[in-house]
């Protein structure tokens, strides 16, 4: 009875209702949508690379490391032998590795020096493999192959000529012309760094410096395409490694070996432990984030206090009606509570709805624009947290009503009997 009278008193009242209901779907779909992104962007994060056991480079800091190899932002103090790289590639305990060279760029994007193992064995997220839209690897030495976004902005196809630069500025007057690569593939996006960048054969990156030193062409000494066909292109050094082992308990015996090198001494990092530090540093964004959804629910819940408070004022008449037919003060002041109540349950199940609509539809375009990888699922636990907290405050916001509703059917009772 109470919740049929509830539910005939919101529909009596359904212009100004609407708006509130509006408002609080707005908030819990703000709110919830935020701490989604908040909790996938965490772990994507820390899935920037998935299934490698080390990353090994030059001896440097951890975090600096991780920052040149797989975010590719800054530049190694030095590089690593390519003698301790053969000697890590032929360790028993080692399955497969990942050789990554830096130092050039095309367009103010990054272009690495890799193998073929790259797109066999790098992971990603949740141990997802990377795929092509368009072509295949490395099938000639000046192949290259395209991260999404790269391919996006720049508009290549499989096939186009790229010409690269020396250095990883936006502009560079130091490209290598001489020996342009032609695209093999491009890269579907995975909203890690790999979509931001160029890959080629560290043959290939060998090549076009032929006859470079220190960063400058010497006259005279420029090669053609066909002459470097012809020559041994082994690298010298590369940047960084990434390691698959072949049983995780050999992982930190190996890194104690790595970093405790005296010749040509080396660092070895946990991939996980040095995200976890990055994030320290890195998550304040995602607080921030919070607290604006956060002040948007309130301001959403505020709206619906206003609105109750000027209904009970307009609705002496209707109490005054409610106390003629013997309903109890208590009464009146549940009825408002249950229609705040009623009002909260809509507006969280709105903002669900909402939400899950909103992922479906922004899916791909947050990936493909933004490099946001989101999973449409279940609602998380803090996110049913969040739910019971805005049901609470929708609660709590119509205590103040109810209580003025209370205390006019209490006066209309005194002014009865008078």
């Not at 994507?44 to 090994?56: C, H, K, P, R, S």
């Not at 669900?352 to 609509?357: F, V």
Request: glycine share 8%; net charge positive; proline share 5%.
């Amino acid at each position: 009875m109470l919740i049929r009278l509830a539910w005939n008193s919101l529909q009596s009242r359904r212009t100004s209702v609407l708006l509130t209901l509006f408002t609080i779907t707005l908030s819990t779909a703000l709110l919830l949508g935020v701490q989604q992104i908040r909790e996938q962007s965490r772990q994507n994060f820390m899935a920037t690379v998935a299934g490698t056991d080390l990353i090994v480079g030059a001896r440097s800091g951890p975090v600096q490391l991780l920052l040149y190899s797989l975010f590719h932002i800054g530049s190694a103090t030095s590089n690593m032998d390519w003698s301790s790289y053969e000697s890590l590639t032929n360790d028993a305990r080692v399955e497969w590795t990942i050789p990554l060279s830096l130092g050039d760029s095309h367009r103010g994007y990054r272009v690495i020096g890799t193998h073929n193992s790259l797109f066999q064995h790098y992971r990603f997220a949740d141990q997802q493999a990377l795929a092509f839209t368009a072509g295949g690897p490395f099938d000639d030495l000046f192949s290259i192959v395209i991260g999404a976004e790269v391919a996006r902005k720049l508009g290549y196809q499989p096939g186009d000529p790229v010409i690269i630069a020396h250095g990883s500025g936006n502009t560079s007057f130091m490209k290598h012309t001489q020996m342009p690569f032609s695209v093999s593939g491009i890269l579907a996006p995975t909203g890690t760094p790999l979509d931001r960048t160029l890959m080629v054969s560290l043959e290939g990156l060998e090549a076009v410096h032929l006859g470079w030193r220190a960063g400058v062409p010497l006259p005279g000494l420029q090669i053609s395409p066909e002459r470097a066909r012809q020559r041994d292109l082994t690298p010298t050094e590369v940047t960084a490694v990434l390691v698959g082992l072949k049983s995780r308990l050999n992982t930190f015996h190996l890194q104690r070996e790595l970093n405790n090198r005296r010749e040509a001494p080396l660092t070895a990092i946990l991939p996980g432990v040095a995200l976890q530090e990055l994030w320290q540093l890195v998550g304040v964004a995602e607080k921030a984030l919070l607290a604006v959804s956060a002040a948007a629910l309130l301001i959403g819940m505020t709206g619906m206090l206003a609105v109750f408070l000027a209904a009970t004022q307009q609705r002496r008449h209707e109490i005054a009606v409610l106390r003629a037919l013997g309903c109890p003060p208590c009464r009146v002041a549940q009825l408002l509570m249950l229609e705040c109540l009623m009002l909260s349950l809509g507006g969280v199940l709105g903002g669900i709805l909402l939400l899950q609509a909103g992922m479906a539809l922004l899916q791909q375009p947050l990936l493909e624009q933004f490099g946001l990888l989101l999973y449409l699922g279940m609602l998380s636990p803090t996110q049913w947290q969040l739910c019971a907290v805005i049901l609470t405050l929708g609660l709590a916001s119509g205590l103040i009503p109810a209580l003025l509703a209370w205390r006019m059917a209490s006066a209309s009772r005194l002014i009865r009997r008078y």
